[in-house]
């Protein structure tokens, strides 16, 4: 069995239709019958803005390799042109879906619910009054409709902007006929115009602002003819390039960045299904992009927009039951956080579990006398975030703080600035980590004085600092005041902070120097354990798996015949049940109501187990690009909650469950027989 080359492609699944496949499980939640109806919707607009983020990251990528002349495949051997080719092929599905979804079955299903999106031929005479005068009052002194002609050459498109392409006959005031304008939608005004409702049947009639300007795009060409009249969407290179060598300043650089990223490249164009090919080869000619890189859409281009109406409607019934987080107890929000963790390790299930104790610790270290320093890695925080502004307090009031600031967290990079300012006009130590290097590692390190000695208090997690993606992502904290742990975050905060020498730590792991390394180490023991015919089990819980080196150990450890579990969300780049390679694992993706995102690893270690949680998952970017830490759950009743919640509930579900099949397909997993029906997430919520 060893003998089989672990490196043929054919045991790689490719990353990017891997990631397709993911988005391909969300988007199957809207037609999911079970779910309210509200939420389905939900799911659908979720899934479109994932698909805006793969074009503007993982695409332009693509692009950038082939423009380059790159044939550098990964272990599956797709070359870059290959994998854009079934790209398109699958993203046009999913597309063609998302509408059919949407026209289909969504709409209708609202309808019947009196939530209605009319469209222009359904406007009575009231409607057309009132959205005539929204279009004079609103709309018009806003617009600047762009004639085309030598001195007005075709304008910059702001990514992912709604704008029209018009064509027009005649002439106008100067004599001009060139016969195209564009006009592009005012960012300031929402997509979805609710109806007053006095001339409506019911207060949720609603009308698309394109369909608006639709109507009155005539006004913005007197006395000439508008003989067509298309939305389009550009979707624009969105990665921030930042060279690593040639930076002096980092801050600085990535502010140079984010002004550039809303005019990147082209990767992909979103035009009306009614829109001309004329037109549409036009548009593609301004952007550099050819048939492939079109998407002809019935409905609106920017869909994403629809998620404002789960906001804009008050109907319970059509939306998951509210639920309230439970505060462990012994944490009450009056009692002293730090006799809580002396009394014994606390672990956090996010969302099941509050996230104010999280909270309540640093508002409690920012005022207690005895702290004296904190430190605290930020990757993503929120607006308005509590957490910064007791760290903003500690530091007015004299503690010594210090922030790692992750100024290249996607889609971050402005809000993060905004902070590191914040806190620097507090007093704070701010520093960026390492460059080249994203800290990704979610700390938090309380030093207090007690008697005559200092103790470290520490929280560590999966997830980041963020009170509202704590309510919407599962994920695991641990508060501790375990001295050996305290020592080791200690000493990552000196690698972060300082220079010199990386020092041994005593019981984490971290990233880029010990995590891959350990992971596979364990693995390997695993498997020596199984050859040896003793029991051997592995349960890896994380959001992608994609190394190469984690997943050759996976195969040569189901060879020796450990019996694996992967639960894993996204990418799966590991193909399972191949003969003689690896019919001993497992791997299943759980989509539910909460976005699943812990990372917990699991080893047996001959009854002894091993179990780690982790801000990393397995892929090279986290093992060898970023700094990440592993911490041991070593409390035998929290080790037993998570091994029993935390990895068998999710392996035991059959209602959000998909399994990852030999070819690459995922299949949604439903009870059979005389199975009840199981959902993780929901047996979770059960126990709040």
């Not at 492939?292 to 789960?310: E, F, M």
């Not at 949680?613 to 592993?630: C, I, K, P, T």
Request: one cysteine or more; hydrophobic letters at 40%.
């Amino acid at each position: 069995m060893d003998s089989v080359n672990l490196s043929q492609p054919e045991l790689y699944i490719n990353r990017e239709l891997s990631l397709l496949q993911f988005n391909r499980r969300v988007q199957a939640q809207a037609r999911d019958e079970k779910m309210p109806l509200l939420e389905r919707l939900k799911f659908l607009c979720i899934a479109s803005t994932n698909l805006d983020e793969f074009f503007e990251i993982r695409v332009s990528g693509l692009k950038q390799k082939i423009a380059s002349g790159s044939v550098q495949a990964d272990a599956d051997n797709l070359s870059p042109a290959e994998v854009m080719s079934r790209i398109s092929t699958q993203a046009h599905q999913l597309v063609d879906e998302q509408y059919k979804v949407l026209n289909e079955t969504l709409i209708p299903q609202l309808a019947t619910e009196n939530i209605h999106f009319l469209r222009r031929t359904q406007w009575n005479e009231q409607q057309e009054a009132w959205l005539k005068d929204f279009f004079s009052h609103d709309l018009l002194p806003v617009l600047s409709p762009l004639g085309l002609d030598p001195a007005h050459p075709f304008p910059k498109i702001l990514n992912k902007s709604l704008n029209f392409i018009v064509s027009l006959e005649g002439k106008d005031a100067f004599g001009r006929s060139n016969g195209i304008a564009i006009v592009q939608a005012p960012r300031s005004l929402p997509r979805l115009i609710r109806l007053p409702e006095e001339f409506s049947e019911g207060p949720h009639n609603f009308v698309f602002l394109s369909s608006i300007i639709h109507a009155h795009v005539s006004e913005l060409f007197s006395g000439m003819d508008v003989t067509g009249c298309y939305q389009f969407r550009l979707t624009r290179n969105s990665d921030l390039f930042v060279d690593d060598e040639e930076i002096d300043d980092l801050l600085h650089a990535v502010e140079g960045e984010l002004l550039s990223r809303r005019y990147g490249d082209g990767v992909r164009l979103e035009v009306a299904d009614n829109c001309s090919k004329k037109m549409a080869d036009f548009l593609l000619g301004q952007f550099g992009l050819d048939s492939d890189d079109l998407y002809q859409v019935n409905g609106p281009v920017n869909l994403n927009r629809l998620l404002a109406l789960y906001e804009l409607i008050d109907r319970p019934d059509l939306k998951f039951p509210p639920f309230t987080p439970t505060r462990p107890k012994g944490i009450a929000s009056d009692q002293n956080i730090f006799e809580a963790i002396r009394y014994g390790d606390i672990l956090l299930h996010h969302p099941f579990d509050s996230f104010l104790p999280v909270v309540d610790f640093i508002r409690q270290a920012a005022s207690d006398p005895g702290v004296l320093a904190i430190k605290q890695t930020l990757y993503r925080t929120g607006p308005d975030s509590a957490i910064v502004s007791a760290l903003v307090d500690a530091a007015r009031s004299g503690k010594e703080v210090t922030v790692v600031i992750e100024l290249r967290a996607r889609f971050d990079e402005e809000a993060n600035i905004r902070l590191a300012s914040r806190l620097q006009d507090a007093g704070a130590h701010v520093v960026y980590g390492v460059v080249g290097y994203k800290t990704h590692a979610k700390m938090l390190l309380v030093t207090r004085r007690e008697s005559k000695k200092l103790r470290h208090y520490v929280h560590l997690g999966t997830g980041n600092y963020h009170a509202r993606t704590a309510r919407l992502y599962t994920d695991y904290g641990l508060l501790t005041c375990d001295s050996t742990l305290g020592r080791d975050v200690h000493k990552v905060f000196q690698l972060l902070t300082s220079l010199g020498k990386g020092k041994a730590l005593a019981k984490m792991l971290h990233a880029p120097f010990t995590l891959q390394k350990k992971i596979i180490e364990m693995i390997d023991h695993e498997a020596e354990n199984a050859r040896a015919g003793k029991p051997a089990r592995i349960i890896v819980k994380c959001n992608a798996l994609i190394e190469t080196g984690a997943i050759q150990a996976l195969y040569k450890a189901s060879q020796a015949g450990v019996k694996i579990d992967l639960i894993i969300r996204g990418v799966c780049c590991l193909r399972p049940g191949v003969p003689g390679v690896s019919e001993n694992i497992r791997v299943c993706s759980i989509v539910g109501r909460f976005l699943e995102h812990t990372r917990v690893f699991y080893f047996h270690n001959e009854g002894d187990y091993k179990l780690y949680l982790s801000s990393a998952d397995w892929m090279g970017r986290n093992f060898f690009q970023r700094v990440e830490v592993a911490f041991p759950i070593e409390d035998k009743k929290l080790r037993q909650r998570i091994l029993k919640h935390g990895l068998e509930n999710y392996l035991s579900d059959n209602t959000e469950a998909w399994a990852l099949q030999a070819d690459g397909e995922y299949k949604w997993r439903h009870p059979v027989g005389r199975q009840h029906p199981h959902s993780a997430q929901g047996h979770l919520l059960a126990g709040t």
